[in-house]
């Protein structure tokens, strides 16, 4: 995907009045501009992967080497199991390394990198080093045709290991802000970037200190009679079912988790608490999932004001298809969401 990044300065402006008076970016250039404001900001961040320098695989990166060089936006050969390592030997000696991996199911190279060291460093040096690295991973469809070996949502997987922390964005603002959280961050962090979501826009701050804090779910929109928690891209689906419920007299709460690790617990119990229902729609396959370790958490925690047992709405079980119908087919949207809170009402 080629995007004028050096332009969206210039776009945001002339899009600003539709936008209430403020910016509009697309969530690219969202993680871009989060990127280029900590790249000014500390000289010791700096970004590592395969064409890095020419604006990565979907463009995020366009225009970081023009303005940092390529020693600090630095081409790696093609070996995840190398680069991720090497984030690791930077991170100890002073760096803040951002490694983009292109997509997710890359990350399954590096396995023992991330998750036997990267992971485990400081807790067994007992805080002595500190390994601030992100690795930007793509998740989900990524538009079509990607198969299985590109297109897939793993954030699940890394949820059982202790010392990653899991970013999941659903929207630029987001982006920017959990990113930027990210890369000042002193543990390693899995940064999950929707690539269905890279033209979308939306208002985004311009402040260079713009955080988003980990371990704060966002509610999107409130409601009395069902809570749907969506991850990621679902977050629209769970916004489009919402207005499908409403016109059917159904009050939905959305709300993102937007981190997994951390995971904001109390919010979504709180709404439960509220609602009496949970819907949790997650475009990963439900065994084992973030799905399954947020309705583990309600149950556990409020399953006396559930008046219906807590529904998943994920992909099915298989690889990511190649064919598009097919991949449509394996993957849950609005409609499967709205057909979960009817099944529950139906139930009362």
């Known amino acids: 995907m080629d995007v ?5 300065e210039r776009e945001a402006g002339a899009t600003a009045l539709a936008h209430g008076g403020e910016r509009s970016l697309s969530y690219l250039q969202a993680l871009n501009e989060a990127l280029r404001q900590e790249m000014r900001r500390d000289d010791k961040v700096l970004v590592l992967g395969e064409d890095v320098a020419v604006g990565g695989a979907l463009g ?13 936006v630095r081409d790696t050969p093609i070996s ?3 680069f991720v390592g090497a984030a690791i030997g930077l ?3 002073g760096y803040r390394p951002v490694v983009d991996l292109m997509f997710s199911p890359f990350m399954w190279c590096a396995m023992d990198q991330c998750c036997n060291q990267a992971a485990k460093w400081r807790y067994m040096t007992g805080g002595q080093f500190s390994l601030p690295i992100v690795y930007r991973l793509a998740t989900g469809q990524l538009g079509g045709e990607a198969a299985a070996q590109h297109a897939a949502s793993i954030y699940s997987q890394f949820m059982q290991v202790p010392g990653l922390k899991i970013a999941v964005p659903s929207s630029p603002d987001d982006a920017k802000g959990l990113l930027k959280t990210a ?4 543990d390693p962090v899995l940064f999950f970037e929707v ?3 890279n033209g979308t826009k939306g208002p985004v701050p311009e402040d260079e200190d713009y955080l988003v804090p980990f371990g704060v779910a966002r509610v999107f929109r409130e409601g009395t009679d069902v809570t749907i928690v969506g991850i990621g891209y679902m977050v629209a689906e769970a916004l489009r079912a919402a207005e499908m419920l409403e016109a059917d007299g159904v009050s939905a709460e959305v709300i993102d988790p937007r981190t997994l690790v951390p995971l904001d617990v109390d919010t979504i119990v709180g709404s439960v608490r509220k609602t009496h229902r949970l819907v ?7 065994a084992a999932s973030a799905a399954s370790e947020i309705v583990s958490c309600v149950v556990e925690q409020a399953i006396e004001w559930l008046d219906a047992h807590p529904t998943r709405v994920c992909a099915l079980n298989v690889p990511t298809p190649f064919s598009p119908p097919l991949e449509k087919a394996a993957l849950p949207d609005a409609e499967r969401i709205v ?3 009817h099944a529950q009402l139906a139930r009362v």
């Open 80 to 82: 995840e199991a190398a």
């Open 339 to 341: 057909a979960a809170v």
């Open 60 to 72: 995020i990166l366009k225009g970081l080497a023009e303005e940092f060089g390529t020693e600090r």
């Open 195 to 197: 690539a269905r979501l």
């Open 280 to 286: 949790v729609a997650d475009e990963a396959t439900p």
């Open 183 to 186: 890369i000042r961050d002193l």
């Open 91 to 93: 991170a100890i000696s």
């Open 4 to 8: 004028d990044v050096e332009g969206a």
